[in-house]
């Protein structure tokens, strides 16, 4: 083989891996930035921020090795879809024999990173792997039970970044997790029928039989009900956040505030925020139809990238400049 058709395969396996999928194991940074502990570097230990990256990075590798692994699983029926035919694997431009190489690879790789954290990580690992099993053999094909695992997926991905440096967690933020996670998963499956409707090709069902059991008017109020519990149960968090102080020469802009607001409130600030994001995300789903892939529209929508950017940059503000 030649140099040129090493770097194709190459491409083609990190094309398999799903590189916009990674933007999901962010999440296990989530209890470190709003546990007001992002920039902590305890004496006997290394620095929060590098525990929790080099956790995202092993999570990475799992997750990119069961990508792969679920599309060699489902290459035939991958192949009848509009979208995923021309995946790698699907369209026959990856060698199976090869792909199968690369999970091993991955997941030896990942296991040796997972040495370094507890026992609790690793089991929350090898429960991830088992919910992706469990998710690609049944519960894909369980009303309900589909989009739940989906939820589970991410809040198994909060506790990982929470165990690795031992935080806790509101009760509240995991809820906003879980109906965050929810409202997405949803609105996949909305924009999946919508898709295949609009196809004269395909059926319903055709791609994903689970399409069948969900009629549209039940993903209106599935889609209605947790877009609302997603601001809701993320403003009830910021009003019961107790904002911790960081030991930081920036975090001293208190000082020139009048005593009238100096308040535990000010995450509330960030609220707006998450409600457009919601908004702009049903506008997309139900006028763009462009919800079936959450990550590409993340990365394609400008509206939806500034939102977030500038949510997250009122977060870090708020809690590390003025905390």
Do not use: C
């Not at 879809?81 to 199968?100: M, T």
């Not at 935080?167 to 933020?173: A, C, D, G, R, T």
Request: no cysteine.
């Amino acid at each position: 083989m030649t140099k040129k058709s090493y770097l194709t395969l190459a491409f083609l396996l990190l094309k398999s891996a799903r590189p916009r999928q990674w933007v999901k194991n962010l999440a296990l940074f989530a209890a470190l930035v709003f546990s007001g502990f992002l920039l902590y570097d305890p004496a006997d230990a290394p620095a929060y921020f590098w525990t929790v990256s080099l956790a995202t990075l092993t999570f990475t590798l799992v997750t990119s090795a069961i990508y792969i692994t679920n599309d060699i699983i489902d290459r035939e029926a991958d192949a009848q879809h509009p979208f995923k035919n021309k995946r790698p694997i699907a369209s026959g431009a990856l060698p199976v024999s090869l792909a199968k190489m690369a999970v091993v690879v991955l997941l030896v790789v990942a296991g040796v990173f997972a040495l370094q954290f507890s026992l609790f990580f690793k089991l929350l690992i090898l429960l991830y792997v088992l919910l992706q099993v469990a998710y690609s053999k049944i519960l894909k094909h369980v009303p309900i039970l589909d989009v739940a695992s989906i939820a589970l997926g991410f809040l198994i991905r909060i506790y990982a970044g929470s165990v690795v440096v031992d935080l806790h967690m509101s009760v509240w933020f995991l809820l906003t997790v879980i109906s965050a996670s929810l409202f997405l998963a949803v609105g996949k499956r909305q924009s999946e029928r919508t898709l295949l409707l609009g196809n004269p090709e395909l059926s319903v069902g055709s791609t994903r039989k689970i399409l069948k059991r969900y009629s549209e008017r039940l993903l209106d109020q599935y889609t209605s009900m947790f877009a609302t519990a997603t601001w809701l149960t993320y403003a009830i968090f910021t009003f019961q956040n107790q904002v911790i102080v960081p030991q930081s020469e920036f975090a001293t802009l208190f000082q020139f505030l009048p005593k009238t607001l100096h308040t535990q409130k000010w995450l509330m600030l960030s609220v707006p925020f998450v409600i457009f994001g919601v908004m702009r995300y049903l506008q997309l789903i139900y006028e763009k139809n462009e919800g079936e892939s959450p990550e590409r529209v993340l990365f394609n929508d400008k509206p939806l990238l500034t939102t977030i950017l500038l949510f997250g940059l009122s977060v870090v503000f708020i809690l590390y400049l003025l905390g």
